[in-house]
């Protein structure tokens, strides 16, 4: 399933499909199902049942990451696209020619879009800057709105992030929290975790909805 892009052009690659990425997705899933099992196992209790809807988890967020994970390739003023379970051996597919016609912008704190009538880009962040300069060397207008938004706006872009991730590891512990500790802590937890969640998407959508104000 993994091989390398030959092509005269180094191309850059964005979500690239390497056995290195694809031991860190079965590492980081692991460490969720382990996580998962063991939320259940204090709420109810350890036993074969719990061991098997782990391992379901495990298997069936696998193959979904898997089947909808995506190579993007800028190479020779073309973006292209293989996804990764493609057959081995197989060449990215040719999406659009890039240009000055085309821009980049920053749609949401991880999605770059690609306008007009361009797919959606979700990849890893440490990968930003790479990507920017790919897009600018292949001539396409980078509009960053969104960065320079989180720039001014650190505290707020900041606690959009805590407030999701926080709210929705709670939920995800939830049961455990009801079965150690049934009441009133647990129905202010249960109440107070989805409300976190959304008010973390309110604020990562925020920039988006005042961008025209």
Do not use: K
């Not at 897009?135 to 960053?144: K, L, P």
């Not at 129905?187 to 976190?196: F, Y």
């Amino acid at each position: 399933m993994i091989d390398s892009i030959r092509t005269s052009d180094p191309p850059f690659r964005w979500g690239a499909r390497t056995w290195r990425s694809v031991l860190a997705l079965t590492g980081v899933l692991a460490v969720g199902t382990c996580m998962l099992a063991l939320v259940f196992a204090l709420a109810f209790g350890y036993s074969d049942l719990v061991l098997a809807i782990a391992l379901t988890f495990f298997v069936a967020a696998w193959l979904l990451f898997l089947g909808t994970g995506t190579e993007w390739v800028i190479a020779d003023h073309e973006l292209r696209r293989r996804r990764w379970l493609a057959r081995p051996g197989s060449e990215p597919s040719v999406v659009m020619a890039l240009g000055p016609q085309i821009e980049l912008i920053h749609q949401s704190r991880l999605v770059w879009r690609v306008v007009p009538n361009g797919p959606a880009l979700g990849g890893q962040p440490w990968q930003t800057h790479p990507l920017l300069d790919a897009m600018e060397r292949a001539g396409v207008r980078v509009n960053d709105w969104r960065g320079d938004w989180a720039h001014r706006h650190r505290v707020l872009d900041a606690l959009g992030l805590v407030t999701f991730w926080g709210g929705l590891a709670g939920l995800i512990t939830l049961p455990a929290v009801r079965a150690a500790s049934p009441g009133l802590f647990a129905a202010t937890a249960g109440l107070a975790c989805p409300v976190a969640v959304f008010i973390g998407l309110a604020i990562d959508w925020l920039p988006w909805s005042l961008r025209d104000h």
